[in-house]
């Protein structure tokens, strides 16, 4: 089982940044991917960033650019690093752990990004 604990969320005026963080309770060379979620009101979940054992990573069209996603093997904990914010990544980002074939949650944090 994995615990996952968020941080990082907040308010920012458009063209900010905010790194999220996200710290695993296990050493994420067991973990074959981890990565971040989003959920806007009335919109589905959708995948933001990823990276993988491997250290290959994935981003939504959406952030591409202007996202990144990395990780400290020795704190356990993935970074998600988000630069030039837009009122539209508005949402509450949840970070997940996928080890094993079973996906674990963050509690998710609030990113509001608003004049």
């Known amino acids: 089982q994995v615990q996952l604990v968020e941080s990082g969320g907040g308010l920012v005026q458009p063209g900010e940044s905010l790194r999220l963080s996200c710290a695993a309770s296990?050493?994420?060379?067991?973990?074959?991917?981890m990565g971040w979620y989003r959920q806007a009101p009335e919109k589905q979940r959708e995948l933001v960033a990823r990276?993988?054992?491997?250290?290959?990573?994935n981003f939504a069209d959406s952030v591409k650019g202007r996202f990144t996603i990395s990780r400290d093997n020795a704190k356990n904990t993935v970074y998600l690093q988000m630069n030039s914010l837009k009122p539209e990544d508005t949402a509450v980002y949840y970070c997940?752990?996928?080890?094993?074939?079973?996906?674990?949650w963050g509690q998710g944090t609030q990113v509001t990004v608003s004049s």
């Open positions: 997940y752990a996928n080890l094993d074939g079973i996906l674990y």
């Open positions: 990276i993988i054992s491997s250290g290959s990573t």
């Open positions: 296990v050493s994420i060379f067991r973990i074959y991917a």
